[in-house]
T-cell receptor, first 113, second 110 residues
Framework: SAVISQKPSRDICQRGTSLTIQCQVDSQVTMMFWYRQQPGQSLTLIATANQGSEATYESGFVIDKFPISRPNLTFSTLTVSNMSPEDSSIYLC??????????FGPGTRLLVL | QKEVEQDPGPLSVPEGAIVSLNCTYSNSAFQYFMWYRQYSRKGPELLMYTYSSGNKEDGRFTAQVDKSSKYISLFIRDSQPSDSATYLCAMREGAQKLVFGQGTRLTINP
């Protein structure tokens, strides 16, 4: 399985600011995914990021709010822009595993005041 | 109605008990079924993966899929305090996105 790291592991931010979350994988992968996990809730897919192309966003998520970069096959960033308290959540990146599975990073815990 | 339903618990059982965790789903096209374990303040960890119907066993864990009833289960035998975590079911149709259940919070009491 892939080893995935995320930075920062947690942060406390002020309303109206932006935070960029980094995701690093120890092997080259075609597809990377960004999820949000709100307290007590399930995982919700934000977008899928392929290297060399624009990210594909799920319904309810827009590029202006969650811009994503995918500069190479081992790295991606997710920015949470113009944050509000409703953006307080855990943000997770994942990569494709074998047999249609996915492996997840440790998550970034975000609190917006 | 959610595509995947999972009782959030919490579920508390004594050490050594057999634990049964379940999910129901509405999309009959789901083919791939997974169980993830998520410890507090950690990311989800893939525990079991099953394609189509049937059972799969790995040590103390057994995953069961009943496509006719649209029902999947995870059984944990001889449960240990280290099994205390949130268990998430997930499933997908082909290359479509993964759909997760809400997660069941499990505590094993010594």
């Amino acid at each position: 399985s892939a080893v995935i790291s995320q930075k920062p592991s947690r942060d406390i931010c002020q309303r109206g600011t932006s935070l960029t979350i980094q995701c690093q994988v120890d092997s080259q992968v075609t597809m990377m995914f960004w999820y949000r996990q709100q307290p007590g809730q399930s995982l919700t897919l934000i977008a899928t990021a392929n290297q060399g192309s624009e990210a594909t966003y799920e319904s309810g998520f827009v590029i202006d709010k969650f811009p994503i970069s995918r500069p190479n096959l081992t790295f991606s960033t997710l920015t949470v822009s113009n944050m509000s308290p409703e953006d307080s959540s855990i943000y997770l990146c994942s990569v494709e595993g074998g047999g249609e599975t996915q492996y997840f990073g440790p998550g970034t815990r975000l609190l917006v005041l | 109605q959610k595509e995947v339903e999972q009782d959030p618990g919490p579920l508390s059982v004594p050490e050594g008990a057999i634990v049964s965790l379940n999910c129901t789903y509405s999309n009959s096209a789901f083919q791939y079924f997974m169980w993830y374990r998520q410890y507090s303040r950690k990311g989800p960890e893939l525990l079991m993966y099953t394609y189509s119907s049937g059972n799969k066993e790995d040590g103390r864990f057994t995953a069961q899929v009943d496509k006719s009833s649209k029902y999947i289960s995870l059984f944990i035998r001889d449960s240990q305090p280290s099994d205390s975590a949130t268990y998430l079911c997930a499933m997908r149709e082909g290359a479509q996105k993964l759909v997760f259940g809400q997660g069941t919070r499990l505590t094993i009491n010594p």
